[in-house]
Each structure stands twice: as C-alpha cells, then as structure tokens.
C-alpha cells in the first residue's frame, strides 16, 4: 500500500487507530514527530478548565509556571477570610505565549473583599499598564491575549 495515493486506498480496508501511531507534523519548517494519543491529550487539555482554589493568606500564582502551560480557561475560587492575592500572567516575550489568550472566572466563592490581582510580570505590561487588574466580584471574567510583547484585554465582564 505505500505505493498507493492516499485516495486510492479502501476505507474498508483501513484499521482503526489504537493511538500509539507516530505521526509527522512539519512546524516552522521542522519535522516533529507526535502520537495519535499525544495529539488527544493536547486537545483535551486546551478544552478542559484549570480548576484554581485561591487560599486567603496563600501567597501568589504564577501562571509562567509548567503547570499552567496550558490553561486557557481558569475558574477561581475563594477559601478563607478577607484577603488579596496576585496571579502574575506569564511571560509575555516567551514563545510559547505568542498569540495566546487565558480567560479567567470567579465562582460565587468571591465577594467585594476577596480580591484576586491579575498582575503582568515586572517590566511588562497589561494593556500598556504595569500595575495589575483585580477581580473581587462572583462569576467576574476576564480574557487575555498575547501578542509576543505585552498583554492585553480584550474581554472583561463583571456580574
């Protein structure tokens, strides 16, 4: 069959994929090899909601670390007493982050004095500001998006 067009092969013929395959994807002219499996957990990850508890008294987020490489929608809740934390977004120059958007939402864990500060990293800014954005209010939103130098807003909702 390696000889064959693909639209001359029988999808009759054709087995079902078990998701160990290795495919060929050629990004910014280099060829990467993936699976099937890969490929899905990628997907999966982009579509499911990072789940974040924010812990009066717990410090800060840092959206730049690992675990959030891939969060594209962050649901936030509350546990405690009155408080601020800061969520620092990540490094806007990084590649990785080129194009990227995060959206963020309180549940109705949030009230007028719980306050999250969504807060670029020092000397970047969030639409061409350095200080940061505060979320204190239940089902608030926020989207954010990239462009490889500076974060901007380009969604903000509050209930």
Known sequence: MADKKISELSLVAASDLDGTEVIAIVHSSETKKTTISNLENLIVTHLTATNITVVSGGGSIDLDDSAYDNAEMIKLSWSGGSDTIEITLPDATATKNLNRQI????????????HADLTPISGQTLDGEESHYRINKAYEGITVWCDGTEWFIIQAKAS
């Open 103 to 114: 959206r963020l939402i309180t549940d109705s864990t949030y009230t007028t004095s719980t």
